[in-house]
Structures are given as C-alpha cells and as structure tokens.
C-alpha cells in the first residue's frame, strides 16, 4: 500500500512539475518560433509576371527555410489576383514556402 502510494505520489509530480509542462505544453510553440524566424521576409525584385502559368519570377535574397541562396527564379503565388498587383521592376518582401511540392509566394507586401 505504502508503495502503490509513493508510485501515484512520484508520477504526479512528475506529471505536474514544470519540466513536466514544458515538455508537454511548449513543445510545439518551440518550434513554430524557429519555422517564424526561419520564414522572415525577403526582399525581392520582379523580373517578370507570367499570369498566364500563374508566375512570377522574382530576383531574391536567401530563402533560409528552403536552404535556397540568393537566386532569380519562378515561383508560383499562393492567390492569382496577387499576379495583378505586381509589374516588372516592383521592389516586394515576400516569404515562400513548399504549397504542394512547389515554391510559391505564401506572403508578399511593396517594400518600403
């Protein structure tokens, strides 16, 4: 009896420790902090709008989360509409990202 009770009595408190909580409640926060910090905006430049393939291509700073250096490349866009507020030359941030096995635009704003 007396050690079914130190069993239930150790248990507890592990369950309810703070390492406890941690493990149980932050480690998914962990986590969508470093994708945050891995996903920052990038500066980019339009070199041109395909509207007809649903593209644009874009001359971009590194892309950390997709362990992609500087590079100018086709990206698709995450809504179409986005192809009519961009023109060649436009200075955007973006942040891309893996929609179904191809890099596209999941954010974009002018840059300032």
């Given at each position: 009896?007396?050690?079914?009770?130190?069993?239930?009595?150790?248990?507890?408190?592990?369950?309810?420790?703070?390492?406890?909580?941690?493990?149980?409640?932050?480690?998914?926060?962990?986590?969508?902090?470093?994708?945050?910090?891995?996903?920052?905006?990038?500066?980019?430049?339009?070199?041109?709008?395909?509207?007809?393939?649903g593209?644009?291509?874009?001359s971009?700073?590194?892309?950390?989360n997709?362990?992609?250096?500087?590079?100018?490349?086709?990206?698709?866009?995450?809504?179409?509409?986005?192809?009519?507020?961009?023109?060649?030359?436009?200075?955007?941030?973006?942040?891309?990202?893996?929609?179904?096995?191809a890099?596209?635009?999941?954010?974009?704003?002018?840059?300032?």
């Amino acid at each position: 009896m007396k050690t079914s009770l130190v069993a239930a009595l150790a248990v507890t408190a592990a369950i309810f420790s703070p390492a406890g909580f941690a493990a149980g409640d932050h480690d998914h926060a962990g986590h969508d902090m470093a994708k945050m910090a891995a996903t920052a905006m990038v500066n980019g430049t339009v070199k041109k709008v395909d509207k007809k393939a649903g593209e644009v291509v874009l001359s971009h700073g590194e892309l950390t989360n997709l362990g992609m250096p500087a590079m100018t490349m086709a990206f698709r866009v995450k809504n179409p509409a986005w192809l009519d507020q961009v023109k060649s030359g436009d200075k955007i941030r973006f942040v891309a990202d893996m929609v179904n096995g191809a890099v596209t635009v999941v954010q974009f704003e002018p840059a300032k």
